[in-house]
């Protein structure tokens, strides 16, 4: 059974950082591209970012550039996202997804499966 838990959100005060898990199990992790989503309520989901298994390419949504940053631990089958000078516009339910293939499809909502997210929010 394919699984995806994100975790490591909570409420954090402006200009804070924080880091999210992304823990797997179930597929074989080393072959696909996990990327990170938010949505907030009442907006569109965003794409974070993006890291191919593969070959540790990454990728980032236009306006996630510079703050956030992703990584990967093969052996722990988990996926990082680091989010430094946190802004109360980052407040959103972050969830990790994952596709057999490449961040530039999973960065335009093509993925295969998908967990729940962890909340973040930022106070003023």
């Known amino acids: 059974e394919v699984q995806l838990q994100a975790s490591g959100g909570g409420l954090v005060q402006a200009g804070g950082s924080l880091r999210l898990s992304c823990a797997t199990s179930?597929?074989?992790?080393?072959?696909?591209?996990i990327g990170w989503f938010r949505q907030a309520p009442g907006k569109e989901r965003e794409g974070v970012s993006c890291?191919?298994?593969?070959?540790?390419?990454?990728l980032y949504g236009d306006s996630m550039k510079g703050r956030f940053t992703v990584s990967t631990d093969n052996a722990k089958k988990t996926v990082y996202l680091q989010i430094n000078s946190l802004k109360p516009e980052d407040t959103a339910n972050y969830f990790c997804?994952?596709?057999?293939?490449?961040?530039?499809?999973?960065?335009?909502?093509?993925?295969?499966?998908w967990g729940p997210g962890t909340q973040v929010t930022v106070s003023s």
């Open positions: 890291i191919n298994n593969s070959d540790g390419k990454t």
């Open positions: 179930g597929f074989s992790f080393a072959n696909y591209a």
């Open positions: 997804a994952t596709y057999m293939g490449i961040c530039e499809s999973v960065m335009r909502g093509r993925y295969d499966y």
